[in-house]
């Protein structure tokens, strides 16, 4: 049975926590990976290169931001923006933030 880890509601998205997890730009890569995406990934299929520790580390930041939700499906982690939910709480910012966020060039 799959469940999701904590994650704060809705209402209790901060913008400041928001802006602190998007100053990173491991955890930009990630948000803009996932916002290239209409459902959720695993945490393997990510493009950022780093160890799983780090990887850990930035997810939870980005989770406990309120900008992501992690579902635990056996062993995997599945990964997922809370787009409606940042859409809701600070309308047009995810959609600005990826729209301006530099991307890698892809070889």
């Known amino acids: ?3 999701v ?4 509601a ?3 998205i901060e913008l400041t926590a928001v802006f602190h997890a998007l100053s990173d730009p491991a ?5 803009c990976d996932l916002a290239d995406r ?10 950022v290169e780093m160890s799983k520790s780090t990887l850990s580390h930035h997810l939870k930041v980005l989770r406990e931001a309120g900008l992501t939700v992690t579902r635990v499906d056996g062993t995997r982690r ?3 923006l809370r787009a409606d939910d940042l859409d809701a709480r600070f309308p047009g910012l995810l959609r600005t933030v ?5 991307r890698p060039v892809r070889a």
């Open 1 to 3: 049975m799959a469940r």
């Open 5 to 8: 880890v904590n994650q704060p």
């Open 10 to 12: 809705r209402e209790d």
């Open 27 to 31: 955890r930009l890569r990630i948000v």
């Open 38 to 47: 209409t459902d959720e990934m695993s945490c393997s299929e990510l493009t």
């Open 78 to 80: 599945m990964v997922s």
């Open 98 to 102: 990826v729209t301006v966020a530099p």
